[in-house]
């Protein structure tokens, strides 16, 4: 049968969760538009990515 080695006291036992927390999201400011962005995405106001632009990004107008 399986048996704990020994009684873990409720301070030992509650303090394995003491350092889980959420972080903040890490920001970087886009080189092309100067809004904050996500590092290594393309950036969602203007599209760009590593100097070029990946998507394009904006207003369109639906033909009818």
Known sequence: ??????KI???RRNSRKANWKMTT???VECPHCHELKAP?????KCGYYNGEQKIKVGKEKKEA
């Open 25 to 27: 999201p890490s920001l």
């Open 9 to 11: 006291s409720k301070a």
């Open 1 to 6: 049968m399986i048996a704990p080695k020994g």
């Open 40 to 44: 290594h995405v393309v950036c969602k």
